[in-house]
């Protein structure tokens, strides 16, 4: 920790405020006389009637667009709800099978041992 010796350092170790400069006054004292250009202007109205009906042709093509991918939606919707019955049946229908076999497997295997027990 050292000790600031450099110009104003005690008053900066000591907490005072640093000094403020007298402030320049920066706003000019004429302003010009002549008033600002007048540009033309560049939007009339037919142009401007003519953007709007081509918007509303665009906001047409989006509804339809909309219409259409919503009901593409429930299209697939519908063959995945489908897809997703088959596939529950297959499982269903499988583990069934599965336990069906294991349990005609288990019989089978119950004889096989008592014939081989009779064998010997």
Avoid: C
């Amino acid at each position: 920790m050292g000790v600031d010796q450099g110009k104003g350092g005690a008053d900066r170790w000591l907490g005072s405020p640093p000094r403020m400069e007298p402030q320049i006054d920066t706003t000019p004292n004429q302003f010009p006389e002549v008033p600002p250009p007048s540009y033309p202007d560049t939007v009339n109205s037919a142009w401007l009637a003519e953007s709007m009906m081509q918007m509303q042709a665009t906001v047409g093509e989006l509804k339809a667009t909309s219409q259409y991918l919503t009901a593409a939606s429930r299209a697939h919707d519908a063959k995945l709800d489908r897809i997703s019955h088959i596939i529950f049946a297959a499982g269903t229908v499988l583990t069934i099978a599965l336990a069906v076999a294991g349990f005609v497997l288990d019989k089978l295997w119950d004889g096989m041992i008592l014939l081989l027990k009779a064998a010997h």
